[in-house]
């Protein structure tokens, strides 16, 4: 099946610093979404890209969709405290809304 | 407040017993998901209903039972489990279709004793 390889794995930041992760497949994928999940909570969705090469911003938080189609990433700029939790990518390829989802990565934010 | 409420948001059960999990999307979507949240894992798909049709079975072991009576509720029924099998449930909800975004409820928080 697809996998999707997402890193860093954990962050650990001072606030006010940028952060970016990302992920990467060997398959190609139509949608790229990117998740965030705190503590107790189910994940919220963040951003959501369609085309190749596609930048979005919501807030801070800025993601692109590759060119090639297998890989997104997504930057944090001027980390605050409430930015922790665990941040993940979903992959989308054919119909149904089937996502494949990346590890996650943990971001600790100091203040 | 996502549009998707999952009940309970905590369960405690034995290996012997039988509970169910339920799923509600106010939505207006006709695709819904049970996906599991293991510690150190990712999110693994179990179930996908498209328009109250099951059309994926992701190898899951048949202590899971899902059902799903319409496009608005999933449930997820369950006997006798194994601790291994504690772990959070998320349901997700979304437009059957490519181009769809998942929202997903608070989960339960499963441990099986």
């Known amino acids: 099946g697809q996998q999707l390889n997402q890193s860093p794995q954990s962050m650990f930041i001072q606030e006010g610093e940028d952060v970016s992760m990302n992920c990467t497949s060997s398959s190609i994928f139509n949608t790229w979404l990117w998740y965030k999940q705190e503590p107790g909570e189910g994940p919220v969705l963040l951003i959501a890209?369609?085309?190749?090469?596609e930048l979005t911003s919501n807030g801070r938080l800025t993601a692109q969709f590759g060119i090639t189609r297998k890989d997104s990433f997504l930057n944090i700029s001027a980390s605050i405290p409430s930015d922790v939790g665990i941040y993940f990518c979903a992959g989308q390829i054919t119909s149904y809304g089937k996502l494949t989802f990346g590890q996650g990565t943990i971001l600790t934010v100091h203040p | 407040e996502t549009g998707v409420t999952q009940t309970p948001r905590h369960l405690v059960m034995g290996m012997t017993n039988k509970k169910s999990l339920k799923c509600e999307q106010h939505?207006?979507?006709?695709?819904m998901y049970w996906y599991k949240q293991s510690a150190k894992k990712p999110l693994e798909l179990m179930f996908v209903y498209n328009f109250k049709e099951q059309t994926e079975n992701n190898s899951v072991p048949s202590r899971f039972s899902p059902e799903c009576p319409n496009s608005s509720h999933l449930f997820l029924h369950l006997h006798t489990l194994q601790p291994e099998d504690s772990a959070l449930y998320l349901c997700?909800?979304?437009?059957?279709?490519?181009?769809?975004?998942?929202?997903f409820g608070q989960g339960t928080r499963l441990t099986v004793v």
């Open positions: 997700a909800s979304s437009q059957a279709g490519a181009n769809t975004e998942a929202f």
């Open positions: 939505l207006g979507h006709n695709a």
């Open positions: 890209l369609y085309k190749a090469g």
